[in-house]
């Protein structure tokens, strides 16, 4: 009876917050009063900031979900959603306000498993990346949208082609021996691309982002990297091939958690389009440069796939409980995603964190970096691993580890400072050369 009355209860719980739920389309102002009602509604878990202003200064509005909101926790990582990059693609802006609102009813119902994802998880929501786009497709509605009409930014520029191009200098590096991951920046970046990509890229510099999805729609299918292919452009067109990153195993990985969670997605036939399990490889599908996906991976230690959600880019208000009831366990599903692998500290012999030491796995050739306190988080699938971690001016460790499907491992490292000797020779030998471990390759 006990288990009957619980299941009861969840029922008129879920029941009432499907009906309590806002399911409408947002202009900018709906959109952030929506996202102060939130903050309003849960205050000890939440947070509204701006990351910087859209070409016609509105704010970029993010929602941020936390026990301490505000502040980063050692060991917790860093999360993120970004939705409507192009603004006529407006079902992720949806989901995100949606999303939120059910994150914080779902804490106030005391749900276990939401409770646990934001005790252990640092969540940040930008519903809308491009809101002047937004707002002249918002303008047309529905029923009158063309399929390109507030795609880009008020500067007519696509945001999704605005990032620098570090796929060119990644795939140079991978034939000469280059770093692999923390690609530089172009001089004078800053002028070159627009106010919404600055304010993003400054955002992801200030966070130590682990695991990340963009919302867009036209399609529905998980796209994940590399969207930009090795092959070169014959006659004006570039050729479709699959472009691997090093991780591409836990990419698959985390594309079919979200299409198999997905009501429909993993189906494979949608919108007159077959993908395979719900997923595809960006550069498999069609080709594009200076992506944001790509560039997450390539300058940040983040993990990013695009979700495309919907054939309709501009659904009427009356199919949006459909679409996010389809949606509601994948974005869930797919964040828990961000407590697979590994994650801990790298101390110098004072056991003061180091930032930027370097944590590489043999047999990965993408290495990522600790955060300014010294902590670090790596994406693995189940298997063991050897893990390094080196810093400057210190003596790299080495140690084997059994990761396992669920919470990530622990793993820390203590460095010793490095004599003045091993300091020289490890620079005369070069930073990117890897001398492999004696031991076993991971699985």
């Not at 409408?24 to 929506?34: I, K, L, N, P, T």
């Not at 192009?86 to 079902?91: D, I, Q, R, S, Y």
Request: some cysteine; hydrophobic content about 35%; overall charge negative.
């Amino acid at each position: 009876m006990e288990k009957l009355g619980s299941l009861l209860l969840r029922c008129v719980v879920w029941f009432g917050l499907a009906s309590a739920l806002d399911f409408q389309h947002h202009g900018y102002e709906d959109m952030v009063r929506a996202m102060l009602n939130v903050q309003n509604e849960c205050p000890f878990i939440t947070r509204v900031y701006s990351i910087g202003r859209s070409v016609e200064g509105r704010h970029l509005y993010v929602l941020e979900f936390s026990d301490n909101p505000g502040i980063h926790e050692l060991l917790e990582p860093e999360f993120k959603y970004v939705g409507n990059m192009h603004g006529n693609e407006v079902l992720g802006r949806e989901l995100l306000i949606q999303f939120s609102q059910f994150l914080c009813e779902e804490y106030r119902a005391g749900s276990p498993r939401i409770t646990r994802l934001i005790h252990d998880t640092r969540i940040h929501i930008l519903p809308s990346m491009n809101p002047d786009g937004y707002e002249v497709a918002g303008n047309q509605g529905p029923d009158a949208n063309g399929y390109l009409t507030g795609r880009a930014n008020s500067r007519d520029v696509d945001l999704n082609r605005n990032f620098p191009d570090l796929n060119t200098m990644m795939y140079y590096f991978e034939k000469n021996d280059g770093p692999n991951h923390h690609l530089p920046l172009p001089d004078n970046w800053e002028q070159q691309v627009e106010s919404e990509t600055l304010a993003v890229i400054r955002w992801m510099k200030n966070y130590n982002f682990v695991l990340s999805a963009n919302l867009h729609g036209g399609a529905v299918v998980a796209n994940y990297p590399f969207d930009k292919s090795r092959e070169a452009r014959v006659r004006g067109y570039r050729k479709t091939s699959y472009s691997a990153t090093a991780d591409d195993k836990i990419f698959k990985k985390l594309a079919r958690t979200y299409s198999y969670a997905h009501g429909w997605m993993h189906q494979g036939w949608n919108c007159g389009d077959y993908f395979d399990e719900g997923i595809t490889n960006g550069a498999s599908w069609y080709s594009l440069s200076k992506g944001m996906q790509d560039f997450n991976y390539l300058h940040t230690n983040c993990f990013e796939i695009t979700l495309e959600l919907s054939c309709n880019k501009f659904p009427a208000a009356q199919e949006l409980q459909r679409e996010w009831l389809g949606n509601r366990e994948a974005l869930v599903s797919y964040l828990e995603q961000v407590h697979l692998g590994i994650k801990g500290m790298v101390y110098d012999e004072n056991n003061n964190g180091i930032k930027n030491a370097v944590i590489s796995i043999y047999g990965i050739n993408h290495d990522i970096t600790t955060g300014v306190d010294g902590d670090y988080f790596r994406l693995l699938l189940p298997g063991t691993y050897t893990v390094t971690a080196s810093a400057e001016g210190y003596q790299p460790s080495t140690s084997t580890v059994t990761v396992g499907p669920a919470e990530a491992i622990q793993l820390h490292f203590y460095l010793k400072a490095a004599s003045q000797e091993t300091t020289s020779e490890t620079q005369s030998a070069g930073n990117n050369k890897k001398v492999p471990p004696h031991k076993m390759a991971p699985r």
